[in-house]
């Protein structure tokens, strides 16, 4: 057997792993919010992140269910529309919107 037909054991690369964690400063850079955000929405219990050694990681499954648990963002606002919410006209740029409406509170 010579030099040439012997195969060197291949070691795993970044590039061949598939990623599993973000970090905190990761993930604000990916959605563009600050850190202090994600470390609130975490105090909050609203991510779940994970403690290894001195870090802490969001796994991107748990990435992706905060993400698809956010509220929808307003639709777009409607044109020359007269929208009034509890008393206030809610316009911009020639632009209305009116947000849904909220049950009642019971006392």
């Not at 105090?43 to 929808?72: C, F, H, V």
């Amino acid at each position: 057997m010579t030099e040439d037909t012997i195969q060197k054991p291949t070691s795993p690369t970044t590039k061949n792993l598939e990623r599993l964690a973000y970090s905190v400063k990761e993930f604000a850079t990916l959605i563009g919010v600050s850190r202090a955000s994600i470390w609130r929405q975490i105090s909050e219990g609203k991510l779940p992140a994970r403690r290894i050694g001195g870090r802490t990681i969001i796994l991107i499954t748990d990435a992706q269910a905060y993400l698809n648990a956010l509220p929808m963002a307003p639709p777009k606002l409607q044109e020359g529309a007269d929208h009034t919410t509890h008393g206030k006209t809610i316009e911009r740029d020639g632009l209305a919107w009116e947000p849904p409406q909220c049950a009642p509170l019971s006392p």
